[in-house]
């Protein structure tokens, strides 16, 4: 199973989550993308009982953004192959500008992000991937929210691809989805 997990104020209706879920039925794949919730521990508690719920050994992870930091840290946890789509790195620091009124961008959802969130972002955020060689990363230089740098410095020990130009969203996301699944 591919577990898709979207970026910060997304959701299960991002392009990408859907591009990936028309590709994995394409190809009989059982695909999941929840509508995470915005508090990050109701977030990680979601996502770990979904994998806790598959057989073992039969997930990989998909994230995008935050997501991709979210993934990192399952990865590590249950020991999973993970897609890190231009992620967020030490996310907590860079949210910190934001912080106040959200909207989610699909569900209309409002809410506060305050600093229980960073907190909570803080508590699963690691020095280092503890399994780099568990992790691909795909990264565009175009990506106008993220320093693609960062996450090329902090996946250091993992396998790396580095696009040039693009945007936040992955603008080449399409053309490297066989890539992906074959990590």
């Not at 399952?74 to 912080?99: E, G, Y």
């Not at 209309?108 to 955020?125: M, R, V």
């Not at 399994?131 to 250091?156: H, I, S």
Request: proline share 5%; aromatic share 10%.
């Amino acid at each position: 199973m591919i577990i898709y997990i979207h970026g910060f104020n997304s959701s299960s209706q991002s392009t990408k989550a859907r591009q990936l879920g028309d590709y994995l039925a394409a190809r009989d794949i059982a695909y999941a993308c929840p509508d995470l919730p915005h508090r990050p521990s109701e977030a990680i508690a979601l996502l770990s009982s979904l994998i806790a719920a598959q057989p073992s050994g039969s997930v990989k992870l998909f994230g995008s953004s935050l997501g991709g930091f979210y993934a990192t840290w399952l990865a590590d946890r249950f020991d999973l192959k993970a897609v890190l789509i231009n992620p967020a790195v030490h996310v907590q620091h860079s949210l910190k500008n934001v912080l106040g009124a959200q909207k989610n961008y699909y569900s209309g959802e409002e809410y506060l992000l305050t600093q229980q969130h960073l907190d909570e972002l803080a508590a699963l955020d690691q020095p280092a991937p503890q399994r780099p060689q568990n992790l691909l990363l795909l990264v565009e230089t175009g990506d106008e929210v993220l320093d693609y740098r960062d996450a090329v410095a902090y996946y250091a020990g993992s396998q790396q691809i580095v696009v040039p130009g693009g945007n936040h969203g992955f603008a080449h996301f399409t053309q490297y989805l066989d890539l992906m699944l074959a990590f």
